[in-house]
């Protein structure tokens, strides 16, 4: 898709001959995310569209006691340094952000009085700026007001290098400036299409200045605050014992009418994904259990207990392969692998890549792995004309790999192995130790052994495998070995940090201490000229389009071969209303949560 | 046993606490696994921010530095903070320390509760109908592993019958009855599951106590003098049977401490084990350290503890 192409798309939307939900689609087909989609349309005059609430009880309180599970507790409550969802999650109890995302990747306002947009000129023409109005009636937990000076000391905490914020890649290059007591105004260096990142979502949950002030930088351990959150959210901190449980209170003074509706909550931790999913789908203990990678068939079962059902709803998470440009087995003088420069012995031969490509066999690890919980996925995208197409499809097909390998020369020999200039098709496939995961490899193995490739399966511990361990030979990030597959997260709504992982710069080498983003080592001109085009790229739409072309040079080149869309996978009690997105924290809308009496 | 003796092992016990810290230090320094790799994973965090937290908890000095600050910390009674929640170590510790406490104390107490009195009549009258029972219900328990025997329990008395509940909480609502009877509810399973694993080791090793003391000359001479069959068991071979039973019972005592990690899990009991667990598998060093520390201290005071009891309980045991 080029940039023709996505104005005109953008113009139907406007004309109303394209639904924005329909347009939404169409970009996550080629690889952008909802979020980055809508962002599309506001910058180019189109309005955000309203969240829908679902809200009903038509008073505060009165619920109960919500109890929710999550199979890893969260460890710490200050959404500066969540490490995980997991802390996140525990944060959003307390703390908010300006706005939400949904599930369909509209902004909802939590302590923004409205979203910003260009109508009322409070997004800027240039896209250099954004303006925030916060609601006025707002107190933290202690009676504290909440004005613009602490959406700005958010900003300056999370930017202070010493503090060592998990949310400084949001706040470190841009300005904010308070307009007046409850405006304030986010300033870009340069035009900004992704303009909704400060402030907003799983990373713009705010703290309060009066609390934190005095702990900036490197002094923000010693903060109390740290422990005993005070916010401005849905319930007030009761306990918390890291790893274990965090307790919470209704807020009588939340500045949402007639919400929140349980009297207090309770977020458990620990155990197992598989006993949380029964807590909650086979005995009813609980009413929410988290994240549950567990098998479809598993779920099933336990779903047959009547107590709750499985909520399924798709994110940025994606399991791919991956096909290593370098050479993994001949170390160097020392003792480096996988080394650039390097070509690899057989992997540097494009037929090679397209066999393996069509090999996986996606469909049966949909069908016999994943179930609901994952979707077969195409390419991102290989052409306009197939994204289109609502039955877009993607390719297994043994015969054809060996008919690219026979025309190519690659000779099966005695063994069955097939082989050119001494060298044989034999691969190492490595992943993380999961059940699912070894399936798949199981699916793929059998698959290239029809078409004459060896492959030789290795499973290592997850706690090595995604480890960033620079003595430790089995990390992903050395990759040393052919194959490799894991899941990607694309949740982070603006896809420059994304697609940063196939660029020349990024690639991980032992000079870099294996910290580069790209894995496979690929290296392409083009992809490289096209990225740093994005980057410098002023208009939007222009903008977009270079992703995308991004995407396609990625999947073309088979550099990654895409396996199974991951989605979030949650259980919740049957009289639970939850909404879940896959663009922001699991608790995203927490004070909407309720129960039918 | 003389004071000198005494002192000599307090001494000696001085060597090995700080051996075995060195070990555990250099050993955890050395195992593979990053405390920050789940930030390096994450696109949306810049690699700095991990280099930063790297340095800024010296993850990046030399294995003997980062031990000679703890040494020196540890001195001075500062134990360190946890890499994933920045909290003091020893306050993780202190707030799974009660639940800890009560559950698996409670565990090692129905062990003893059930152990004795089965082992001594077991003993007492072998190879007997009640002898072979016990016997082969010993040997199922301790064949049983607890994860097995704790999902059968789950499956049973929280999915079929829908009694108990199968997560431990630690702020239930409620009180005065209410609240001992919903505690005694969710603490049964992990209590039967664990005390009757030990329980059924414990039977067969006062059996064999028991057997041993039961055949020897003073039981007889005790009978022949015409003493009861109840006073002959309980004065004159349960006192002298005992004497291994309780250094068994000692040197299990720092396990109290250590918790227990597969039946926490299972349960969702917050205890100390459970803390072990997840703090090794987000390789939280300073709380792994910390746990071992102590669990390896306390195995050295409860064994000397123990060395010192048995030179009390049986005086013909001498030391020099």
Redesign the interface.
Known sequence: MNERELRGLIAHVKTGRLSRRGFVRRMMAVGLTAPMATQLLAISGVAMAQSPSTYKPTKRGGGGHLKVLWWQGATLLNPHFAVGTKDQDGSRFFYEPLAGWDANGNLKPVLAESIPGREDGTLAADGKSVTWKVKKNVKWHDGKPFTADDVLFNWEYARDPAAAATTSATYKDVKVEKVDDYTVKVLFDAPTPFWALAFVGAQGMIIPKHLFADYMGAKSRDAPTNLKPVGTGPYMFKDFKPGDMVTGVINPNYHDANKPYFDSFEMKGGGDAVSAARAVLQTGEYDFAWNLQVEDEILQRLEKGGKGRVSISPGGNMEHIQLNTTDPWTPDADGERSKLGTKHPTLQFPEVRQALSVLVDKDSVEKYIYGRTGNATANFVNNPEKFRSKNTKYEFNVDKANEILDKAGWKKGADGIREKDGKKLKFVYQTSINQPRQKTQAIVKQACQKAGIDIEVKAVTASVFFSSDVANPDTYTKFYCDLQMYTVTMTQPDPELFMKQFLSEEQATKANKWQGRNITRWSSKEYDDNFKAGQAELDPVKRAAIFIKANDLVIANQVVIPVIARHAVQAMANKLHANMSGWDNNTWDIQDWFKDA | MSRQYVIRRILLMIPSIFGISVVLFTVLALA???P??????????????????RA?FGLDDPVWTRYYHWLIAMLHGDWG??F????NVET?IL??LPTTLVVIGAAQLLAIVVALPVGVLAGTRPYSIFDQIANTLAFVGFSLPTFFTGLLL?LVF??QL?WL???Y???I?GAGWQWYWEQFKQSIMPIAVLGLFQGASLVRYVRSAVLDVVRLDYVTTARSKGIGERSVIARHIVRTALIPVVTLVALQMPVIFGGALVTE??F?V?GIG??LI?AM???DTPVVMAVTFVLSCLVVFFNFIADILYGWLDPRISYR
């Open positions: 593979p696994g990053d920050f790799s789940e930030l390096a994973a994450n696109p949306a965090i810049p690699p700095e921010v991990a280099a930063a937290l800024k903070f946890s994933a929640s920045r909290i993780l707030q799974r789950i929280s999915v829908d509940p199968m997560v909480r630690t702020d609502s899990q299972i969702r917050p459970s803390l997840s598998l987000s390789n």
